[in-house]
């Protein structure tokens, strides 16, 4: 494991008072032909950076030691939330003005981090995203992808009603203010940018998009996910948040639709009784399972909306 540029880092706190401590947090995984480049442009817009190796199996950690940056080494695959974790905890650590992230596949163009820095340098946002679908910005997204991320916003925005347009993008900057707050989500994997997102939300934060061109054609094997792995992944983290926001509208209704099919196998139960006399013991049964379980959905969503005004309040007094 290399150390962290101190010379550079201490140059920046004692000749450059007035400038922000910037460090970049880069997760990677068998990149071992991009990470290089990738560093070597990085370096030219911030102080310091950490790069994750999230259980490569190639020469990653090694090209990336080369340098001369911290690189921390997963055993295992543990997935881009838990890389980003790590890498904001060390971060934090080094106590720094503005933390980026990006991807270590060519994706994102260093050379546009200045205009990620600039909304939090002038405090005009907080959180600043890297858009791919700005109409300033260059799109050289294949089709496919395209509609997959898409149909991913649309549900963001439906579910999670967001406002974001690009909620996948990886491309980030974080201002001080925001850093522990951001470390606060479950997400091991890319349902990560969801979650910090709406939590972002829950708390008030200023989030601003700038355009940001994408490079796919010409790089190879940019997802190391299969597709329709990546896209559950993301759609099971926007429906777990839909329902913590709105637990009345899924648990409360979901228990009245089967307390209404309670009331409606019960009727047919009493006009078998009404007309042969005889009781349905089946019939029974169903009715008082789905009264139960309907019930209980709706006790759910009462307890789960007081927890949410609860914890609603608690961010606001933060």
């Keep these: 494991m290399q150390s962290?540029?101190?010379?550079?880092?201490?140059?920046?706190?004692s000749d450059d008072k007035d400038k922000p401590v910037i460090l970049a947090v880069i997760p990677a995984f068998n990149e071992e032909a991009n990470i290089r480049e990738i560093?070597?442009?990085?370096?030219?817009?911030?102080n310091s950076i950490i790069v994750i190796d999230d259980g490569s199996c190639d020469s990653t950690f090694r090209e990336a030691a080369l340098e001369n940056v911290k690189v921390i080494r997963n055993r295992r695959n543990m997935?881009?939330?838990?890389?980003?974790?790590?890498g904001f905890i060390e971060c934090l650590a080094c106590n720094p003005d503005i933390i980026i992230t990006l991807d270590a596949d060519g994706q994102h163009d260093p050379?546009?981090?200045?205009?990620?820095?600039?909304?939090?340098?002038?405090?005009?946002a907080d959180i600043v995203i890297g858009s791919r679908y700005d109409k300033n910005s260059p799109m050289e997204i294949p089709i496919v992808?395209?509609?997959?991320?898409?149909?991913?916003?649309?549900m963001n925005k439906t579910l999670v009603r967001s406002n974001v347009t690009d909620t996948q993008s990886g491309f980030r900057a974080y201002g001080k203010s925001v850093l522990n707050i951001m470390l606060n989500y479950d997400s091991?994997?890319?349902?990560?940018?969801?979650e910090q997102l709406a939590r972002a939300e829950l708390y008030g934060f200023r989030i601003m998009e700038v355009p940001v061109s994408i490079r796919y054609k010409d790089l190879e094997n940019t997802s190391k996910k299969n597709s329709v792995l990546h896209g559950a992944n993301i759609l099971s983290t926007i429906l777990k948040i839909a329902v913590e926001r709105r637990p009345l509208l899924f648990f409360?209704?979901?228990?009245?639709?089967?307390?209404?099919?309670?009331?409606?196998?019960?009727?047919?139960?009493?006009?078998i009784f009404n007309k042969t006399r005889y009781f349905s013991i089946p019939l029974a049964l169903i009715t008082v399972g789905l009264a139960l379980i309907g019930s209980l959905l709706i006790l759910i969503s009462f307890v789960l909306h007081a927890l949410r005004g609860i914890r609603e309040r608690c961010s606001i007094n933060y």
């Design 4 to 13: 962290l540029n101190s010379k550079s880092q201490s140059t920046a706190r």
């Design 39 to 46: 560093l070597g442009q990085v370096s030219r817009y911030v």
């Design 79 to 86: 997935g881009k939330g838990a890389a980003l974790k790590r």
């Design 111 to 124: 050379a546009e981090i200045p205009k990620l820095l600039k909304p939090i340098e002038n405090e005009e």
């Design 145 to 154: 992808r395209r509609i997959g991320l898409s149909m991913i916003n649309l």
């Design 188 to 194: 091991t994997g890319y349902g990560l940018e969801t």
């Design 252 to 271: 409360g209704l979901a228990g009245i639709i089967l307390l209404g099919f309670a009331i409606i196998t019960s009727w047919d139960m009493l006009l």
